[in-house]
């Protein structure tokens, strides 16, 4: 539904299969942004999305942080993605050549962060950069604070939400923390997912979205239950509400 940004609504409701099957449109380029707390479920609908995206013309990079991802394990036995340890992969030199819809990027830890972290900023940045120069592609950042700080990779992500979308290079990104991750998380996604967090100061950055009055976001999130998002399209703007099944 389209709204004027100083008008209270009430959203149309869509549970998510349908929402996904029948009113879910994607043109290469554009950024997507997932916001919610530990076990709001963004992860497995960003998966879900994914899945209905991604296609060996436009595929996608997915780069995971984390040494132990239970999500990410199950979601590819369905998606069958090549997991690799670096990128560009050793053994495929040629990666972008393959029929591929997708490529995990999994570096192995040592479980020393000292160790790990400089090889997961060089290793993700590679990769970052490659999907930048290649275009059309999808680069997967599960979560936008730890990558963007802890691994020191904010000017590379804002490289791709800045100059991106002339690629067709689309950065979808989520964080367990919106209140600290940079502006352009908000500010450059034409989609965005929002979950219930009751941190005051994360919704005070909704004014950051722009196009659609802050106050409106912040009423609809605060009485979203859990598993539900807000989703935000931010050429209209259209809102809707997405629910389990």
Same mark, same amino acid.
């Not at 029948?22 to 997507?32: F, M, Q």
């Not at 076990?39 to 497995?44: D, E, I, L």
């Not at 999808?138 to 992500?157: Q, R």
């Given at each position: 539904?389209?709204?004027?940004?100083?008008?209270?609504?009430?959203?149309?409701?869509?549970?998510?299969?349908?929402?996904?099957?029948?009113?879910?449109?994607?043109?290469?380029?554009?950024?997507?942004?997932?916001?919610?707390?530990?076990?709001?479920?963004?992860?497995?609908?960003?998966?879900?999305?994914?899945?209905?995206?991604?296609?060996?013309?436009?595929?996608?990079?997915?780069?995971?942080?984390?040494?132990?991802?239970?999500?990410?394990?199950?979601?590819?036995?369905?998606?069958?993605?090549?997991?690799?340890?670096?990128?560009?992969?050793?053994?495929?030199?040629?990666?972008?050549?393959?029929?591929?819809?997708?490529?995990?990027?999994?570096?192995?830890?040592?479980?020393?962060?000292?160790?790990?972290?400089?090889?997961?900023?060089?290793?993700?940045?590679?990769?970052?950069?490659?999907?930048?120069?290649?275009?059309?592609?999808?680069? +997967?950042?599960?979560?936008?604070?730890?990558? /963007?700080?802890? $691994?020191? !990779? *904010? =000017?590379?992500?804002?490289?791709?939400?800045?100059?991106?979308?002339?690629?067709?290079?689309?950065?979808?990104?989520?964080?367990?923390?919106?209140?600290? +991750?940079?502006?352009?998380?908000?500010?450059? /996604?034409?989609? $965005?997912? !929002? *979950? =219930?967090?009751?941190?005051?100061?994360?919704?005070?950055?909704?004014?950051?979205?722009?196009?659609?009055?802050?106050?409106?976001?912040?009423?609809?999130? +605060?009485?979203?239950?859990?598993?539900?998002?807000?989703?935000?399209?931010?050429?209209?703007?259209?809102?809707?509400?997405?629910?389990?099944?």
């Amino acid at each position: 539904m389209r709204v004027r940004p100083t008008t209270v609504v009430r959203l149309a409701s869509f549970p998510r299969s349908e929402f996904i099957a029948e009113r879910w449109t994607y043109s290469p380029g554009e950024h997507v942004s997932f916001l919610g707390p530990t076990g709001s479920g963004k992860t497995t609908l960003e998966f879900e999305l994914l899945k209905k995206t991604a296609h060996s013309k436009l595929r996608a990079l997915l780069l995971v942080m984390k040494p132990k991802d239970e999500t990410v394990l199950d979601w590819n036995k369905i998606l069958k993605w090549p997991v690799v340890r670096d990128w560009p992969p050793h053994e495929l030199k040629k990666a972008w050549y393959y029929d591929k819809a997708g490529w995990i990027i999994w570096p192995r830890h040592s479980f020393d962060p000292d160790k790990d972290d400089p090889k997961l900023r060089a290793i993700f940045r590679r990769a970052i950069l490659d999907a930048y120069k290649q275009g059309n592609t999808i680069t +997967v950042i599960d979560e936008a604070f730890g990558t /963007a700080k802890e $691994l020191k !990779l *904010a =000017n590379e992500l804002i490289t791709i939400w800045s100059r991106g979308r002339s690629m067709g290079d689309g950065l979808w990104a989520g964080t367990q923390k919106p209140s600290h +991750v940079p502006l352009w998380f908000y500010s450059q /996604a034409q989609h $965005l997912f !929002l *979950a =219930n967090d009751p941190d005051e100061r994360s919704r005070e950055r909704f004014g950051e979205i722009g196009g659609i009055d802050p106050k409106i976001v912040e009423e609809i999130v +605060v009485g979203l239950d859990k598993y539900e998002f807000l989703y935000i399209r931010r050429d209209g703007p259209v809102l809707c509400k997405i629910t389990p099944d």
